[in-house]
């Protein structure tokens, strides 16, 4: 006899009850919460997709350096562009 034997069930003993099956059809309905999709706009390229999943975007951008002596700092010029793009998702 094994360690985890038993008299009446040979060497070997399974801890805990039997498998144990079903075959009534569960019943379900989906709660969504929040939105499938959306339309992702950025005008300042022109630019509206629908999206439903991750989505990243990236456009090419030509800049053009200040030809006045002034704008540069210890050779350097620096100048921030603003962006903004926008999701509008309208509950299904």
């Given at each position: 006899?094994?360690?985890?034997?038993?008299?009446?069930?040979?060497?070997?003993?399974?801890?805990?009850?039997?498998?144990?099956?079903?075959?009534?059809?569960?019943?379900?309905?989906?709660?969504?919460?929040?939105?499938?999709?959306?339309?992702?706009?950025?005008?300042?390229?022109?630019?509206?997709?629908?999206?439903?999943?991750?989505?990243?975007?990236?456009?090419?951008?030509?800049?053009?350096?200040?030809?006045?002596?002034?704008?540069?700092?210890?050779?350097?010029?620096?100048?921030?562009?603003?962006?903004?793009?926008?999701l509008d998702a309208t509950s299904t």
């Amino acid at each position: 006899m094994g360690c985890y034997g038993h008299p009446e069930q040979g060497d070997r003993h399974d801890a805990g009850n039997p498998p144990q099956s079903d075959d009534d059809p569960i019943e379900w309905s989906e709660n969504l919460y929040g939105y499938d999709s959306g339309d992702l706009t950025d005008p300042r390229f022109t630019y509206e997709n629908n999206i439903s999943g991750d989505t990243t975007v990236t456009f090419d951008e030509t800049f053009t350096c200040s030809t006045d002596p002034d704008d540069y700092t210890d050779g350097s010029y620096t100048e921030t562009f603003t962006n903004w793009a926008y999701l509008d998702a309208t509950s299904t």
